[in-house]
């Protein structure tokens, strides 16, 4: 008598690049969708704010980009990728908190221009996401056009000045909605306009604007886009 034992696959690991600007939902969607599909997750975002927060605490005039290039190859910045708890840590110092200060928003555009800054950083995303057996979401603005152009799936999420603003007010207690509009088109326009790998769509991203959208409905459509992509590896 012989007895059949069924072997289920494991999932086809993917790489999935989420881009898009600030109060779009990246962050609360990259991390979802990760837990969910049992991925790692990376917020490429933290590690510019990290190495912007180590920049102003070490005295480094991040408005000289000669002083910040020479500087950028000198903090030591370490991700976790556990989509439940991120972490990240400088120079062995958590820094999951001082790196979401008004101050480090502030500077984190003209850091991130930095070639040699991009440089440094795009190579620690590389090794992550090579690293990550099971797969990896990776959120940022650049990943699918410049981090990992080969990524299995590329998103771009987008969404009205409006409702982006009204979002990230709703983060910040006290917050000012005029004012916060005003710095996140700032923002996108300091992005999207720097010569060293600009926020972009990539030619082949799914382009999934959230502006109507609740988070749920979001993350249930990027949650689909990569069960497909699973399903065709």
């Known amino acids: 008598m012989s007895t059949t034992v069924e072997t289920r696959t494991a999932p086809a690991a993917v790489i999935v690049a989420i881009d898009g600007p600030s109060g779009t939902g990246k962050s609360s969607t990259s991390k979802a969708v990760a837990a969910q599909l049992g991925l790692s997750y990376l917020d490429t975002g933290a590690q510019y704010r990290a190495i912007t927060w180590w920049m102003l605490n070490n005295d480094i005039d991040v408005q000289d980009a000669m002083e910040v290039a020479t500087a950028a190859a000198k903090p030591v910045i370490v991700s976790g990728t556990d989509p439940a708890a991120p972490t990240i840590t400088v120079d062995g110092e958590d820094a999951s908190g001082p790196i979401r200060t008004q101050e480090v928003t502030s500077k984190v555009s003209a850091v991130s221009a930095v070639p040699e800054v991009r440089t440094r950083i795009t190579e620690l995303q590389r090794t992550i996401a090579a690293a990550a057996e099971r797969g990896i979401v990776v959120e940022g603005r650049d990943i699918g056009t410049t981090v990992l152009p080969d990524a299995d799936l590329k998103i771009f999420l987008t969404a009205s000045p409006e409702a982006r603003a009204a979002r990230r007010s709703g983060e910040v207690k006290g917050s000012d909605l005029a004012a916060t509009k005003e710095a996140l088109i700032k923002r996108d326009a300091a992005d999207s306009g ?31 886009l990569v069960e497909e992509k699973r399903a065709t590896k």
């Open 194 to 224: 720097r010569r060293t790998s600009p926020l972009a769509k990539a030619d082949d991203a799914v382009e999934v604007d959230t502006t109507e959208l609740t988070l749920q409905q979001v993350i249930e459509c990027v949650v689909t």
